[in-house]
């Protein structure tokens, strides 16, 4: 069985730079074809994909967010973290971490955490 | 990026009628593989969203057959052949076929 469950803060205030922790189980980051990725969603609004890293430490990013984003993994902690700089208040949102598998898609997700950046 | 573009975004439906949304790619989706990576997500009120559909047409393990998909090239289509009341929510179709991923702006089914 396949969960996900993302954590970091609730409160971040703006400039600031967020770093939020996807910590699975049910299957490895070393599994070829096996990706996470990130995505989030303001408020009332769209899913938004933010960066996906794969099996071979191979990472994708947003090209409007990359100056911003740094994605890692932790084979052996079963965690994935994200990191977003000089956070601003349309950053609010709930970020969600995705098991993504081969072919592409992400049958997985979690139920996200709702960051909110304000001063 | 792939802008995906959905009609309608809003879908009032009675309960045990067909629904249909659509989703049309900027560009084409097929792959170089030749695969065309076309999904659609559900996302209920306060719930993460769900995988539908893969592929174009492929449903995701426990998703009930009254949801079908359809499409090829850039032009992709969502039915519920009998919407039910645990429909109810946003769907979004999204393209994984190339980077970034990118999504439509939602569909919100609500019953009439």
């Known amino acids: 069985q396949i969960t996900l469950k993302e954590s970091g803060p609730t409160l971040i205030k703006p400039t600031q730079t967020l770093t939020l922790t996807c910590t699975f189980s049910?299957?490895?980051?070393?599994?070829?074809?096996?990706?996470v990725g990130w995505i989030r969603q303001p408020p009332g609004k769209a899913l938004e994909w933010l960066a996906l890293i794969n099996w071979k430490d191979g990472k994708e990013y947003s090209p409007s967010l990359k100056s911003r984003l740094t994605i890692t993994k932790d084979t052996s902690k079963n965690q994935v973290v994200l990191t977003m700089t000089n956070m601003d208040p349309v950053d609010t949102g709930t970020y969600y971490c995705a098991h993504r598998v081969a072919p592409f898609y992400f049958d997985y997700w979690g139920q996200g955490t709702l960051v909110t950046v304000s001063s | 990026d792939v802008v995906m573009t959905q009609t309608p975004l809003s879908s009032p439906v009675t309960l045990g009628q067909p629904a249909s949304i659509s989703c049309r790619s900027g560009?084409?989706?097929?792959?170089?593989?030749?695969?065309?990576?076309l999904n659609w997500l559900q996302q209920r009120p306060g719930q993460p969203p769900r995988l539908l559909i893969y592929k174009i047409s492929n449903r995701f393990s426990g998703v009930p057959d009254r949801f079908s998909a359809s499409g090829a090239g850039t032009d992709f289509t969502l039915k519920i052949s009998t919407v039910e009341a645990e429909d109810v929510g946003v769907y979004y179709c999204m393209q994984t076929t190339q980077f970034p991923y990118t999504f439509g702006q939602g569909t919100k089914l609500e019953i009439k």
């Open positions: 560009q084409s989706l097929v792959h170089s593989d030749g695969n065309t990576y």
């Open positions: 049910g299957f490895s980051l070393s599994t070829i074809g096996v990706g």
